[in-house]
């Protein structure tokens, strides 16, 4: 091909390669927590990386999630990438009406962000979520909880909390703080306005918090709160509750108002005993009145998990309940709650934590081409090798002098050398070098298999 | 919401859901094929869905391939899905110029094809591929033939045939037909258009191929060949080869001509030889002098599997030598081979021929609640048996009856229903309800989780 037609093999930001030992490190995390939400239950589900934009957007075109959309064949109805799993299984929990209920679902897929490229943003990542559909709040909340910290645990972080309230604490705390329907502004907005500035929190400090909730409007569509100073005392009030779990909620009950409130701080106790129950260690859960999740279709309590030596990079595992989702798309409202674990940010904190050991390839032997006319003779070993569960290969490339054939070895992270010329043969066997250990044995020919799989033991 | 702003719940076609019982069928799959993958000293690799369209496309805009465009927030290239793994592992190879090479690389991902809906064709589908990057015709194409072979019998799948074929061999037909360049159409273009008609054998017939290879072009551009009687006759005594292996491939020698196809027919011979010194099983594999493969970018051997069960459906794993493609990208070219499993299909055809088991889940115990009161108890009892690595659940429906909770373990395909009331409790125990055996007896509580376990070994 001439140097015209060359294409540069070049990359769109925000969408990665992974090579050899991110991706056998990848896969054993998703292994992972696939086996951990299988012990609690769960059931898999796939669904398609591709859906009608109006099921992922509703009718009116939700304008707060970028998605990609594609040049689409068909004429009548736009087609688009998701951009979470959680609306795809509500269009599929309402499409399939004799779903078995409550549904107990896990999902390992990829989701879309059509924004443009930014340093850091991944544009294509993988999400692992586990739901509960139609189980009303309480002990279901408790179970996404708990697998939340399963999964965890069983990728062996030892230091995160998984942080939880409730929005209808939230509800109460408006209560308290009398906010109302302003001119066209429908109170839903003011208090959701209110979860968003609590939701920033971490990013702008209580100072910030403070300012925002004093911003005046500037039109009649502006939803800044105005709070007054008074308020604004109580907001701080709330958020400088401390003790633990149980004390933490004996308090807020006094401070919110209203039957939403109280419903509120019930549901979180309720969970907090089943989590006790369910033998879930209790350093590992803990109320936080600042969590809200910014996403407007929680309903009740939600949850967001921080590695404990990497707060500044935000939630890795983040969800609550959502009961009014599944009605978009049929009359029946159905219950639901979930978890999301982001692995790609997951991946890379686990990375900055020195709790991802990388390897290139776990092949447990490599029969290097000593002597070409003895070739026959490497690919039987290879073969014996392989049947007997024992991951082998024959060096293939061209430069088959000894050294390369080392450095191949080396450089792929395989475990063990066969070696064997005529040498061997007159004796009945291979020498075996182990690239780890830097150690070289005679191993009789009979005798190959088994030296192998204990090593591998 | 009110019905107005309601979705339906609808998809395109050709984009699937998978619920639990095909999905576990299809992930067991897919971890067979990585097992075998890896056993073969393959490592894993990911890319993208999301490509820049030139990559995927050339320069020019290849246009035998329907690809999704994305509605792109870049401006200044395009973007599109990846139609196949083949061409982004090129893209891959050519811009990491330190790769270790040879790369035995597998990778398991979702393809796409921007086609309009059509009964029966998937626009989305999952491929799981094996290539060898960087190693000569020969001993490579023996190890993709292997893994392949290897892959199927893995799979628990009897009765297939890997078909193999050189594309050389057929060039070498090709001068024994005496095929020139005509006109403004270069000889290569001819010789594709051989490839293209024995390509369409298992749909057209003989007498189809004899009809099209004697069509006369219509216009200067036309590439029918317009083969003679005496031309048509010597393909006929070509595709009419029988024998073994190796008696086919002397009679072949015998018939083609020129340099090329008789390195083809050598090339062949050798990768037998290679694959009987690796212990694959003999009648796993044979030469097929009408495989072609359709795609132009092959370059010598090349194979299909077909399961002698279900022929009609076409090739379950296909593959070949393409050592032009990743010239595309630089300006050295490198020599790769490849095998690719198409899961979907493959899926599909082992469900029609019930060689897919299906369970709903693999649960092992669901904790039934008997008395509200106990609640407590038993969630005890469902961490206690999580921690063990049983896979437990307690039922969290609202209709709390024991009929729906037996219909519920039921439906899930639950293994055991673990019962306890006030009677076991002062007995010291649990009942446990085999489902399948649609048994029942009495467990001493310390002897629960043991008792699991063996019924699960």
Chains 1, 2 share one sequence.
């Not at 991110?22 to 239950?41: C, K, N, Q, S, W």
């Not at 308290?176 to 920033?200: C, F, H, M, Y």
Request: glycine share 10%; net charge negative; hydrophobic share 40%.
């Amino acid at each position: 091909m001439s140097k015209d037609e060359r294409v540069k093999p070049s990359q769109p930001g925000g969408f990665n390669d992974y090579g050899p030992a991110p991706m056998i490190a990848r896969t054993r995390m998703v292994d992972t927590i696939r086996r951990t939400y299988e012990l609690f239950g769960f059931q898999p589900l796939d669904t398609p990386c591709v859906e009608f934009a109006e099921v992922l957007l509703g009718e009116g075109g939700d304008t707060d999630k970028e998605v990609f959309r594609l040049v689409s064949p068909e004429e009548d109805k736009e087609l688009a990438l998701r951009f979470d799993l959680t609306v795809p299984l509500a269009r599929y929990v309402a499409a399939n009406t004799d779903l078995l209920l409550p549904f107990k679902r896990y999902q390992i897929g990829l989701v879309f962000r059509g924004e443009k490229p930014q340093a850091g943003r991944f544009r294509q990542f993988m999400q692992v979520d586990a739901d509960i559909i139609g189980a009303r709040v309480g002990l279901a909340d408790a179970e996404i909880i708990a697998v939340t910290v399963g999964a965890m645990e069983a990728l062996g972080i030892e230091r995160f909390v998984v942080r939880i309230n409730d929005r209808k604490v939230h509800e109460g705390l408006a209560e308290a703080l009398g906010i109302q329907t302003r001119g066209s502004l429908p109170r839903g907005e003011l208090v959701n306005e209110l979860l968003r500035v609590l939701d920033k929190l971490d990013k702008i400090g209580r100072d910030g918090v403070r300012a925002e909730l004093a911003r005046k409007p500037e039109h009649e569509n502006d939803r800044s709160l105005k709070l007054s100073a008074a308020q604004i005392e109580l907001v701080d009030r709330f958020l400088d509750i401390a003790g633990d779990n149980s004390a933490k909620l004996d308090q807020v009950a006094g401070m919110i108002r209203g039957e939403t409130g109280k419903e509120g701080v019930a549901e979180l106790r309720a969970i907090l005993s089943h989590l006790r129950d369910l033998g879930v260690n209790e350093s590992r859960v803990r109320v936080d009145l600042a969590v809200a999740r910014g996403l407007a279709y929680y309903t009740g309590p939600v949850l967001e998990t921080t590695l404990s030596d990497l707060p500044e990079i935000g939630s890795v595992a983040s969800g609550g309940r959502y009961d009014d989702m599944i009605g978009r798309f049929h009359a029946n409202p159905i219950a639901a709650v979930g978890t999301s674990i982001g692995l790609d940010r997951l991946f890379d904190a686990l990375g900055k934590l020195n709790l991802v050991p990388l390897v290139e390839s776990e092949v447990d032997a490599l029969v290097v081409v000593f002597d070409a006319a003895l070739l026959p003779r490497y690919l039987n070993t290879v073969g014996e090798l392989r049947r007997a569960g024992i991951s082998a290969e024959v060096y293939l490339g061209s430069d088959s002098g000894f050294k390369a054939q080392m450095r191949y070895g080396l450089r792929k992270g395989v475990k063990h050398l066969v070696l064997c010329g005529e040498d061997e043969i007159a004796k009945g066997g291979v020498q075996v070098k182990d690239l780890a250990a830097r150690q070289q044995e005679f191993v009789k020919a009979e005798e190959l298999i088994a030296y192998l799989q204990k090593k591998k033991a």
